[in-house]
């Protein structure tokens, strides 16, 4: 369901039949778009003295009386949908032959249109809050979206994301029809590994989605690119996700482990809700956001000198992790974020061991840990099992990979109860800040 849908130009076709008739109540004005399932149309509601969209069915599903009842029982239920990132649905019904839903006109456009400008990372973060917080109202009512794209996502004159179509492609599965007229269920592009197989979908394959619409407004690209479903589905199932560094190198590690996260093969490896993606795409915006090439981040991690065998110093460069990409400082031996073993490239002979660190010992550091002098008002965290110094932020050790939050008592959110674990900022259940 969408006020705007233009999949297709819609210049140098004929008059289509349907432009001046009355559907519902509603006189149709012109083609918005149409897309592999319906066709979207602007009407006019004088009874009501508003516009609306109209999106209309192929002929042939009005011919199933089942398919005709199972469609409108999903309208009824998505009417009773109240969420101001969801479009609002205002009837459903058959007319001349024809299903239609009227709902809500949304006037600004969509977000594959709005793609078009260059969004900023809190641009970009925002709409998938939005997003989120969309798929999360549905999913706790049991209604799974499967199509979600940026074409379904509809951008009002203030820039609010509005997620439309909800429902369509569950009865659409549902309907011989679709075998019979050889349309698909779904955007190959967008479309998880299970739905690929055909299987058994639940509310993470809408996870999967927003990770490949994130994955293309962080980009410009989908991960993968084919002109065939065989080839997409191939590579949804079996290919790794390149990373989107590829094409978009200003993405930090810490997004980057977001996307790479919503992206897994197996839907228990992903997030397990669209608030908890969000808000894990929120806190890595605010700590590491992406900067231009020409600048350079003070305390962000640099190559740091060693020494070769004739005593002459090297760059030693920084680490990324193998697990979460994270980037790290040469002198750690196991990351900061997800306490995986570092393995330095180093250009001459190993160090000696790295001496044991007064707990006392708190030097200032940037941001991943570079020691450097001692500041008094440095807050820091003595690793329990080795006493080094460590960042607040750090979840694990940087010199044994201890975690640092080993019996730190989780918090209780305020607003809807929720227990979250240690080293959470937001509720992972409704997304407010913890305190």
């Known amino acids: 369901m969408a006020g705007q849908e233009a999949e297709q130009p819609l210049e140098g076709r004929s008059r289509d039949d349907l432009i001046g008739r009355s559907l519902g109540g509603c006189v149709i004005t012109h083609m918005l778009g149409q897309g592999g399932m319906a066709r979207v149309y602007r009407a006019r509601q004088d009874r009501l003295d508003r516009d609306v969209a109209i999106k209309v069915l192929p002929p042939y599903y009005a011919a199933d009386p089942d398919f005709v009842e199972r469609f409108k029982l999903e309208a009824r239920a ?80 203030n820039r609010r994301a509005v997620l439309s179509d909800f429902g369509i492609a569950k009865v659409l599965a549902s309907s011989a029809a679709v075998s019979r007229s050889g349309a698909g269920v779904g955007t190959p592009e967008y479309m998880s590994p299970e739905q690929c197989r055909g299987g058994l979908v639940d509310t993470r394959t809408d996870i999967y989605a927003l990770g490949v619409m994130l ?74 956001t992406p900067l231009p090439p ?36 040469a002198s750690q031996r196991f990351c900061s974020i997800c306490g995986q073993p570092l393995v330095p490239q180093r250009a001459g002979p190993p ?51 201890f975690s640092l939050l080993q019996g730190v008592a989780g918090k209780t959110c305020r607003g809807c109860g929720a227990r979250n674990p240690a080293g959470t900022r937001f509720c992972t259940r409704c997304g407010a800040q913890l305190t």
Request: aromatic share 6%; hydrophobic share 40%.
């Open 78 to 157: 998505l009417a009773r949908f109240s969420h101001p990132n969801i479009v609002v649905v205002h009837d459903a019904n058959e007319e001349h032959g024809l299903l239609f839903i009227i709902m809500e006109y949304v006037s600004g456009g969509n977000l594959r249109d709005y793609m078009r400008q260059s969004l900023s990372l809190v641009e970009v973060t925002r709409i998938i809050r939005e997003v989120a917080g969309a798929l999360a109202y549905a999913h706790a009512r049991g209604v799974i979206h499967r199509d979600v794209k940026p074409v379904n996502v509809l951008m009002d004159v």
């Open 294 to 329: 020409s600048e350079r981040r003070a305390d962000a991690p640099h190559s740091q000198p060693d020494e070769d065998t004739t005593g002459q110093q090297v760059a030693r460069p920084p680490l990324t992790c193998p697990s979460c990409n994270a980037v790290n400082y």
């Open 351 to 401: 160090s000696a061991p790295i001496p044991a660190v007064r707990a006392t010992a708190a030097p200032a550091t940037g941001m991943n840990g570079v020691m450097g002098a001692p500041q008094p008002n440095s807050r820091w965290l003595a690793c329990p099992a080795c006493q080094t110094p460590n960042q607040p932020l750090n979840r694990f050790c940087t010199r044994c990979g």
């Open 215 to 288: 994955y293309e407004m962080l980009t410009g690209h989908t991960p993968f690119e084919a002109d065939n479903y065989t080839a997409l589905a191939h590579s949804h199932i079996y290919e790794p996700a390149p990373p989107p560094t590829r094409y978009n190198p200003r993405i930090s590690p810490a997004v980057q482990a977001v996307v790479m996260k919503a992206l897994e093969k197996s839907p228990a490896d992903r997030f397990q809700s669209p608030i908890e993606m969000a808000v894990a795409l929120e806190q890595a915006a605010a700590a590491q």
